[in-house]
T-cell receptor
């Protein structure tokens, strides 16, 4: 159990367009979902934490209007990269936790975004 | 500030044992994680320690010393598929994960 899916796995888009990435917990209800960004050969950078039905908490330096997060249900969170630019090209990974404690995070497979 | 330190890269031989160290400084502490990440893939969970001591899980073991702010991941009987990055992450008092930059482990035949 504890599978997290992410869609799409890869996306290539033109500069100025918006891209939506979905994160789903397939066999459990996720109390909290996290969105990370990872640059090549770098560690994970937490972008935001989202709880179902409430606004996401963004990390310092992450633009809320640029990276829109919607946590519509206990099994679905979406990240929309608005007006994407080449510098937004990255590997975006979501993770989810279950239960009250922030213990083990279950990661999705990641989405490779390339903005031309 | 909060900080996680781990070596950038390590090399080991197939069949051997390797220990990857991690030191942490966090505001409060609620446990330490080790994740494995193959190139181009998302991390996968390896271990979680919150009490001092060694936790063994098959070929992988993880150790924690809270008083020293230190943990290590021990990999035995190394296989070529163990070539990956190993991420150390500490959970602070606000239950936020503080990530290390990862240790790239290269396994040679």
């Amino acid at each position: 159990g504890a599978v997290v899916s992410q869609h799409p796995s890869r996306v290539i888009c033109k500069s100025g367009t918006s891209v939506k990435i979905e994160c789903r917990s397939l066999d459990f209800q996720a109390t909290t979902m996290f969105w990370y960004r990872q640059f090549p050969k770098k560690s994970l950078m937490l972008m935001a934490t989202s709880n179902e039905g409430s606004k996401a908490t963004y990390e310092q330096g992450v633009e809320k209007d640029k990276f829109l997060i919607n946590h519509a249900s206990l099994t679905l969170s979406t990240l929309t990269v608005t007006s994407a630019h080449p510098e937004d090209s990255s590997f975006y990974i979501c993770s989810a936790t279950r239960g009250e404690l922030y213990n083990e995070q279950f990661f999705g497979p990641g989405t490779r975004l390339t903005v031309l | 500030g909060q900080n996680i330190d781990q070596p950038t890269e390590m090399t080991a031989t197939e069949g051997a044992i390797v220990q990857i160290n991690c030191t942490y400084q966090t505001s409060g502490f609620n446990g330490l994680f080790w994740y494995q990440q193959h190139a181009g893939e998302a991390p996968t969970f390896l271990s979680y320690n919150v009490l001092d001591g060694l936790e063994e899980k098959g070929r992988f073991s993880s150790f924690l010393s809270r008083s020293k702010g230190y943990s290590y991941l021990l990999l035995k009987e190394l296989q070529m598929k163990d070539s990956a990055s190993y991420l150390c992450a500490a959970l602070d008092s606000n239950y936020q994960l503080i990530w290390g930059a990862g240790t790239k482990l290269i396994i040679k035949p």
